[in-house]
């Protein structure tokens, strides 16, 4: 299957900063990224979709400020958690699709994860 | 509000035997399936889709799908120590749409 990459793997920040996670598509192009987060025995809640060129749509109590996200190009999405506090420690999964109808059915392609902690 | 259902397990099998997950889903409209496999600390890694009714089978694997109940399972055949995991169902309602995940079935089998 097609590969997704993330970076970085784990992360450790202090309260107040900034963090960026990198998600890459390295044998095909992704019109359309997804970012994930998931809290210790916790499911993947959808934070928010991003299409390469415009601006990403948020899942509703998503701050769009906070969690900002760019997909400048169709092989590259980036989240930046802005002003991390320690709620904000979580493992966040980048999912990339090839879009189109032929979507439907294809399955959705993971990142490694990035586990951010925030002391 | 779209949701996905699953039991949270544990689900405990002996090696060698069927383990049975379900997943259960609220909207109806809903257009394909996913099981994925997630390991402790790791990112879901995808054992199947489907979209028709009735039966898919890969391997030790087998999804089976039923629109009309709003239901799907994956069997797993044959389970062995390493298929211990949490199982999570994921839906697609439409193409170039986000997968709403269930909360996961952790499985575990005992050698």
């Known amino acids: 299957g097609a590969v997704v990459s993330q970076h970085p793997s784990r992360v450790i920040c202090k309260s107040g900063t900034s963090v960026k996670i990198e998600c890459r598509s390295l044998?095909?192009?992704?019109?359309?990224m997804f970012w994930y987060r998931q809290f210790p025995k916790q499911s993947l809640m959808l934070m928010a979709t991003s299409n390469e060129g415009s601006k990403a749509t948020y899942e509703q109590g998503v701050e769009k400020d906070k969690f900002l996200i760019n997909h400048a190009s169709l092989t590259l999405s980036t989240l930046t958690v802005t002003s991390a506090h320690p709620e904000d420690s979580s493992f966040y999964i980048c999912?990339?699709?090839?879009?189109?109808?032929?979507?439907?059915?294809?399955?959705?392609?993971f990142g490694q994860g990035t586990r951010l902690t925030v002391v | 509000q779209k949701e996905v259902e699953q039991n949270s397990g544990p689900l405990s099998v002996p090696e060698g035997a069927i383990a049975s997950l379900n997943c259960t889903y609220s909207d109806r409209g809903s257009q394909s399936f996913f099981w994925y496999r997630q390991y402790s600390g790791k990112s879901p890694e995808l054992i199947m889709f489907i979209y028709s009714n009735g039966d898919k089978e890969d391997g030790r694997f087998t999804a089976q799908l039923n629109k009309a109940s709003q239901y799907v399972s994956l069997l797993i055949r044959d389970s062995q120590p390493s298929d211990s995991a949490t199982y999570l169902c994921?839906?697609?309602?439409?193409?170039?749409?986000?997968?709403?995940f269930g909360k996961g079935t952790t499985l575990s089998v005992s050698s």
């Open positions: 994921a839906v697609r309602h439409q193409a170039g749409t986000a997968l709403i």
């Open positions: 999912s990339a699709g090839t879009g189109g109808i032929a979507a439907l059915n294809t399955e959705a392609f």
């Open positions: 044998d095909f192009q992704a019109t359309t």
